[in-house]
């Protein structure tokens, strides 16, 4: 925490450095000071000023370093910039940049920023763009660059050490080496310290690993983010179906897929519809429509447990004291259910949970909700009676309850889900407010139940 907080700090001081220069109108200082930060602090500092100077200052950075600053912006910043640029200025920008950055602005930009972008985009490259774009969304074709170097399994290190010298500027990595076949077909994997270590005589087919791990164009995101988890992988080769490498994803890339999963994943559980705008810049009205079709759902939905209330409302009249504690009862199944909901999402997300373990996460749910339930109940019974003053015949309804109540939540927070990947639906949607509308209603019921036994209601 001390170590995010200095680096925060470290922020803060730069940008008001950074500030006074450009509220000085000393450009050149200002330029200065870039020089010596990276692309990712550059573009953060240049994306605060307003488009206007933003622009300004982006055309004083070396032309080695502005395509890299300029994928980095946000899009409205990257549009202000292609707007103010000649139609040279933007052929040499997107020469400069890697094809999945520029397929990432494409995505993001109206249709006339779009239009200008390929029409000073060599043919070549603009066949390649329009490829990547007719990928899914989820899938692996659409996060994957084709600025790969390949080499051939007869080539001498020293030949394929001079490719990598003449390509190697234009890839977007250069550590991980395909070997293919005369038709793309991949056939091996090297790195380049194996290469660099090698006799220049060796073929590169004598140095290869013949057991390369890849995936499919229309794999999902996901699970090309898990490969990268399972194997530290710094890239991973895609092919198509017949095998032929059509690109690779770098690890840069998975951060991204990652980052915008789990915000996916927060966003649902907490009952709204996902969006890829950051909360600061999305409109009141835009924030109301993402929440409100879910809040009128659960609405709707809770009045099944006003239904259960009416039908037991002779029980609460003949025993007032058994209202007071629907409140507990209800806030600890929904807090239990959330508990292990989110526990199994995460493990689904992660893999360590397949939908096959179904009876062992039940089992073990079980014995969780046994232990917390009695634990509850036992201190919830003695509170009841010397604390709250109550007959002891009411907290042993209630004590019996919890212990239920906690049962039923764990067990539906734990088979939502599982029946999500089932269906191949998500399983955040299975999350905290579902969960807790369903385990309420059938609390109630058992509540109902206990007290008109016990009481003889």
């Not at 660099?196 to 390369?212: H, N, Q, Y």
């Not at 999402?345 to 996460?361: C, E, N, Q």
Request: net charge negative; hydrophobic share 45%; proline share 3%.
């Amino acid at each position: 925490m001390e170590d995010i907080l200095t680096h925060e700090g470290e922020a803060d001081e730069r940008r008001e450095k950074f500030q006074a220069f450009i509220d000085e109108r000393n450009f050149r200082e200002a330029k200065n000071f870039l020089s010596t930060l990276n692309v990712v602090d550059i573009a953060n500092l240049i994306d605060g000023l307003d488009p206007q100077t933003g622009v300004a200052l982006y055309r004083m950075l070396p032309k080695d370093v502005a395509a890299e600053v300029f994928a980095k912006f946000d899009p409205e910043q990257q549009e202000a910039i292609i707007y103010a640029s000649t139609d040279t200025e933007i052929r040499e920008l997107i020469e400069d940049m890697f094809l999945d950055d520029t397929v990432d602005l494409l995505e993001e930009m109206p249709s006339g920023v779009v239009s200008r972008i390929l029409e000073n985009t060599g043919h070549s490259d603009r066949s390649m763009i329009n490829q990547l774009l007719k990928y899914p969304d989820s899938s692996a074709g659409s996060i994957m660059t084709t600025e790969y170097i390949s080499l051939k399994k007869e080539m001498t290190v020293s030949s394929a050490i001079d490719k990598i010298k003449r390509e190697g500027i234009q890839s977007e990595t250069i550590y991980i080496l395909y070997v293919t076949d005369e038709n793309r077909i991949l056939e091996g994997i090297l790195s380049l310290r194996d290469l660099i270590v090698a006799d220049d005589s060796k073929r590169v087919g004598e140095l290869m690993r013949e057991d390369v791990i890849y995936a499919y164009t229309l794999d999902d995101k996901e699970e090309v983010a898990n490969i990268f988890k399972k194997y530290s992988f710094e890239a991973l080769p895609i092919v198509d179906q017949e095998k032929r490498i059509v690109g690779i994803v770098t690890v840069d890339d998975i951060l991204d897929v990652i980052e915008e999963e789990v915000t996916e994943d927060f966003q649902i559980m907490a009952a709204t519809t996902p969006t890829d705008k950051p909360y600061l810049e999305t409109g009141i009205f835009a924030l109301s429509k993402h929440r409100i079709l879910w809040l009128l759902i659960l609405m709707i939905s809770a009045t099944i447990t006003q239904k259960i209330i009416y039908n037991y409302e002779n029980i609460l009249q003949n025993v007032t004291f058994l209202s007071g504690f629907i409140p507990m009862l209800m806030d600890t199944g929904g807090n239990s259910g959330s508990q292990s909901s989110t526990l199994i999402i995460r493990g689904l997300a992660t893999g360590d949970i397949k939908s096959r373990d179904w009876y062992r996460v039940v089992f073990k749910e079980v014995r969780v909700a046994m232990v917390c339930g009695l634990a509850l109940a036992v201190i919830n019974y003695f509170k009841i009676i010397y604390l709250d003053g109550i007959p002891s015949n009411v907290a042993l309804v209630v004590s019996l309850t919890l212990v239920c109540a906690v049962m039923i939540a764990k067990i539906v927070g734990a088979i939502l889900p599982m029946v999500a990947i089932k269906i191949k639906v998500d399983p955040a949607i299975m999350a905290s407010p579902l969960i807790t509308t369903i385990a309420d209603a059938l609390s109630l019921m058992v509540y109902f139940i206990i007290a008109r036994n016990i009481m003889s209601i």
